[in-house]
């Protein structure tokens, strides 16, 4: 596993976390800061890691509006947490990092809800990311 596609299950971690225990994502970070500070072998996962949750942090109204737009039939509040999150560090990746192909960040998110989310998470993922990456 690349250290990016671990940055972006760290990611997915503390954004699961602070959706599912209803508390701000800072907080979530900042469990999630304690313990990187004890692993110091997991580094670059972690500067990862802390980029995305930092950039849903900073774009979370415009990410949470695009994923609205594009989640036909879905509201975000309706949608598995998993889902949620992982659209969130995908839309992210697509509109405000340059460094990542859209297409990388479309497959990271639909192999990682192949694993964590619902049978239909990957395709409703899939279809949702591909129209954002068609508009941007």
């Known amino acids: 596993m690349s250290a990016r596609t671990k940055a972006r299950k760290r990611a997915l971690d503390i954004l699961y976390a602070a959706d599912v225990r209803q508390i701000p994502i800072a907080e979530s970070l900042a469990a999630e800061a304690a313990r990187a500070a004890s692993e110091p072998d997991r580094q670059n996962s972690w500067l990862y890691a802390r980029e995305i949750v930092d950039g849903v942090v900073e774009h979370f109204a415009e ?74």
């Open 63 to 136: 990410i949470d509006e695009t994923i609205a737009t594009y989640a036909q039939g879905w509201t975000i509040a309706r949608m598995p947490t998993v889902d949620r999150a992982l659209l969130r560090i995908a839309v992210w990746e697509i509109l405000y990092n340059d460094d990542v192909p859209a297409g990388v960040a479309i497959d990271e998110a639909v192999e990682a809800a192949k694993t964590l989310s619902t049978e239909e998470s990957s395709g409703f993922l899939n279809g949702v990311l591909g129209k954002v990456a068609q508009s941007a």
